[in-house]
């Protein structure tokens, strides 16, 4: 993430040396783990208003454009190179802060784009006001197909209805109104004061 970026080995190395890349992606997929309510799969993507007026000369919307850092290393007896990329994270924006605590640290423009992958242009610390929270996503429920290895295609980011309420049992209902009615002061107690009265809210 990039709050340890500058402290943890395996990250720090890669970002000093100027081994930074950019992932591109149509979005990416994350679970509502709200405790209590229905695990449900959200599809978060570049909002369309912001898409349609970066669209490229060709009229092809643009994908999001996230920061990462990249390795590569020789395999044991091979004389290939191995590839790995991290994606960097940052805090939730309030776009998806109630989705997930994270976001992946998403670059706006091609300025900004430009200005990670340039690594003679800006030293590794000048990178790093560019690693912030974006409100330039949007999100909408999918299909729980997507929690499968072997779908993968156009269903997995069709919209869905979204999930409902799950309406309260019995024996909810009943502690509920329990819980609500011992809570309610007593219609006999008068208070003593107005100013009484507020210091008890």
Known sequence: CSETILERPIYSKAF?????CVIPADGFFEWNSTKGAEKVPYFVHRKQQEVKE?????GEKNLLMIAGLYDKCKLNNEDSTLFSASVIT???SKSISWLHHRMPAILETESEVQQWLHTGALKSRETLPLLHPRL???????????NSVSTNGPSCILKSE???KRKANTLEKFFGKKQKSSQEPPTNIVPESADDDKASI
Do not use: H, W
């Open 16 to 20: 000093f040396k100027g081994q930074r």
């Open 54 to 58: 970066e669209t490229n000369e060709d």
């Open 162 to 164: 979204p999930p409902k």
């Open 136 to 146: 330039c996503i949007d999100l909408y429920p999918v299909s729980k197909v997507v």
């Open 90 to 92: 940052v805090s939730a």
